[in-house]
């Protein structure tokens, strides 16, 4: 009888401890108790970049700051190869990937990402006096590409079969166009729009045709209940107007997504 007892008081404690482990693991608890967020970035203007003083700065960054100080924790910053970073999210060396990052089915499968908030496409970006010689995709074929790692621009390249070049960061792509060293690049259509064209550094160079259309979204450790405090927060920070506000700032307002429809959407296929 006793060993009878002790066999099931054993089992018991065995059914109820994923329980209680369940319970343990809440990232939001975690990033709370340790007072800071730390979100993985890359130099990608507007999104994440450094201003003159050294501080990141960017769309992504403002609602990161913005998102931390909701959770009552500090803000930190970590650079980030774009290749690594579902493995620095298990690792815990990042919290969060904030950094204008392509919601596909790879990373929704890896990650716990929020709803979508930006609207994008995938762009090709060759020297202006070039560009009229490549109307069409099917025009490139002979191109050789220069793409971030790990990124939706490389994706798309090797989807056409076409010859590229990885680079750490799509900043690295339009060094290499305009070097010469590779025949163009494909880069994320909000970056292209800060960054090349007349009034830019890099003004010898043109984004052409869209491959895609695509959202970003933001990504924690598969899992996480941050993704949906930071959804309530979209929600919140949209229908006060932060949001628009932080967006007018970097030039990325017309391609927010609509929190309050993108909710009501989810609700009503809920029921």
């Given amino acids: 009888m006793k060993k009878f007892l002790a066999f099931t008081l054993a089992f018991m404690m065995l059914l109820t401890t994923p329980v209680f482990a369940a319970e343990e693991e809440s990232d939001l608890a975690y990033v709370q108790d340790k007072g800071t967020l730390v979100v993985g970035v890359t130099e990608f203007d507007p999104m994440d970049y450094r201003d003159e003083n050294g501080e990141w700065v960017g769309f992504d960054a403002d609602m990161a ?19 690594n970073k579902v493995l620095e999210l298990d690792a815990k060396t990042i919290d969060v990937v904030w950094n204008g990052m392509t919601l596909n089915d790879e990373v929704m499968a890896a990650m716990e990402c929020s709803n979508a908030y930006c609207n994008n496409a995938q762009t090709v970006i060759l020297p202006a006096d070039a560009a009229a010689d490549y109307a069409s995709a099917e025009d490139m074929a002979d191109l050789i590409f220069a793409v971030e790692a790990g990124s939706a621009g490389e994706a798309e390249v090797e989807a056409l079969g076409y010859e590229c070049t990885p680079v750490l960061t799509q900043a690295d792509a339009l060094l290499e166009v ?40 933001v990504g924690f450790r ?33 391609a927010l997504v609509d929190q309050t429809a993108l909710t009501a959407e989810a609700e009503a296929a809920a029921e």
């Fill in 65 to 83: 700051k913005a998102f931390a100080e909701s959770l009552g924790v500090d803000v930190e910053f970590i650079e980030i190869e774009w290749d």
């Fill in 178 to 217: 305009s070097a010469g060293t590779s025949d163009a690049a494909v880069i994320d259509l909000l970056m292209a729009a800060a960054m090349v064209g007349e009034g830019t550094n890099y003004a010898d160079l043109i984004n052409t045709i869209n491959l895609n259309s695509e959202e970003y979204g």
């Fill in 222 to 254: 598969k899992g996480s209940d941050l993704a949906q405090a930071l959804n309530e927060f979209f929600l919140a920070s949209y229908e006060d107007g932060t949001m628009e506000e932080i967006a007018e700032t970097y030039g990325v307002q017309a």
